[in-house]
């Protein structure tokens, strides 16, 4: 069973620029799509962008390439989400998913399609203000 637990959340002044770390469990593929997304209240989730851990190729979303930036770190087993320049507008639950054992175009393609995923973290809290 795949856990994902995501952490870095909490307050930030406008401008600032935290970084969030998902860590997961239970992979058994070094080969797995993780994706993280956001929703604000009363808006629909939103993909921010994916990494495929076997390789570590990126996907954003075009209005996230800039500001956000996804990584990981195999030897902690952990991957982040760096955000930049925030703003009000970016307060929202960040949560970051999992699909295991995914090849080829998987994560190119379904990477930033939440119904895709089968795993989701808590979720951790990032609240902007100005």
């Known amino acids: 069973q795949v856990q994902l637990v995501e952490s870095g959340g909490g307050p930030v002044q406008a401008g600032g620029s935290p970084r969030l770390s998902c860590i997961p469990s239970?992979?058994?593929?070094?080969?797995?799509?993780v994706g993280w997304f956001r929703q604000a209240p009363g808006k629909e989730r939103e993909g921010v962008g994916a990494?495929?851990?076997?390789?570590?190729?990126?996907y954003y979303a075009g209005s996230m390439k800039g500001r956000f930036t996804i990584s990981q770190d195999t030897a902690k087993d952990t991957l982040y989400l760096d955000m930049n320049n925030l703003k009000p507008e970016d307060t929202a639950m960040y949560y970051c998913?999992?699909?295991?054992?995914?090849?080829?175009?998987?994560?190119?393609?379904?990477?930033?399609?939440?119904?895709?995923?089968?795993?989701w973290g808590q979720g951790t809290q990032v609240t902007v203000s100005s």
């Open positions: 998913a999992a699909e295991p054992g995914t090849w080829g175009a998987w994560c190119s393609t379904f990477g930033l399609t939440g119904s895709r995923y089968t795993y």
């Open positions: 990494l495929e851990t076997g390789g570590g190729s990126t």
């Open positions: 239970g992979f058994t593929s070094s080969r797995n799509c």
